[in-house]
């Protein structure tokens, strides 16, 4: 079975330009989350997403947004690049929103703002 | 606000002997606890967890100790081997607004010298 996917897997951009990155979920998992991690630090939540609808909002600007379709992928938007954006991306999956198990994580989108 | 502190960056063991991660909290009301590990440029991986009803959880060579007094808990790897080497990374979650959120440690960066 495929575990979580995201794409792309390194991007660079430029101050001022906005990203896109994608995910799909593992089959069945209706819930996606979204991470960011900075070098040396650990993942910081940005977004949960269940059933299409946000559920939770982490400490971010709002430059960043995020939406999840009809089967159940997610993409995160971040408009206005910044340099501190800079960061590895990560994606996770759960069945469902409410259980605080384990969350399911795909390999991540580095990106890289000049 | 740190609420998930992973005080020592880095930990060498020789192969064969005990690896103890620990971990440091601050939020009583969290639910459970996780430990994942992370290879580089890869996403992390799920270890180990243990509700806040428990004080240990085993599952092979790795068995997660939970102090709720001290507001610590502590990853157990026995015994150590190289490809145990990775940065580890402990979370918590708290059920809050309509979903549990995950708040992650910094990382502990484990060597497992042959």
């Known amino acids: 079975d495929a575990g979580v996917t995201q794409s792309p897997t390194h991007l660079i951009k430029t101050r001022g330009q906005q990203v896109t990155l994608r995910c799909s979920p593992i089959?069945?998992?209706?819930?996606v989350s979204w991470y960011q991690q900075v070098l040396g630090q650990g993942p910081q939540f940005i977004f949960q997403?269940?059933?299409?609808?946000?559920?939770g909002r982490g400490n971010f600007p709002d430059r960043f947004s995020a939406r999840q379709f009809p089967n159940y992928s997610s993409e995160l938007n971040v408009n206005a690049l910044l340099l501190g954006d800079s960061a590895l991306y990560l994606c996770?999956?759960?069945?469902?929103?409410?259980?605080?198990?384990?969350?399911?994580f795909g390999e991540g989108s580095r990106l890289t703002v000049l | 606000d740190q609420q998930v502190k992973q005080n020592s960056p880095s930990l060498s063991v020789q192969e064969g002997r005990i690896s103890i991660l620990n971990c440091d909290y601050t939020?009583?009301?969290?639910?459970?606890f996780l430990w994942y590990k992370k290879y580089p440029a890869e996403g992390p991986t799920f270890l180990i967890s243990?509700?806040?009803?428990?004080d240990k959880n085993e599952d092979g060579r790795f068995t997660v100790f939970l102090n709720k007094s001290a507001k610590h808990l502590s990853l157990h790897i026995v015994p150590s081997q190289p490809g145990d080497s990775a940065v580890y990374f402990c979370?918590?979650?708290?059920?809050?607004?309509?979903?549990?959120?995950?708040?992650f440690g910094t990382g502990t960066r484990l060597k497992v010298l042959a």
């Open positions: 997403y269940y059933e299409k609808e946000e559920r």
């Open positions: 996770a999956s759960t069945p469902w929103a409410g259980s605080g198990g384990e969350l399911f």
């Open positions: 089959s069945g998992h209706k819930s």
């Open positions: 939020n009583s009301m969290f639910d459970y």
């Open positions: 979370a918590a979650t708290a059920y809050t607004s309509g979903t549990y959120k995950y708040i």
């Open positions: 243990i509700s806040s009803i428990k």
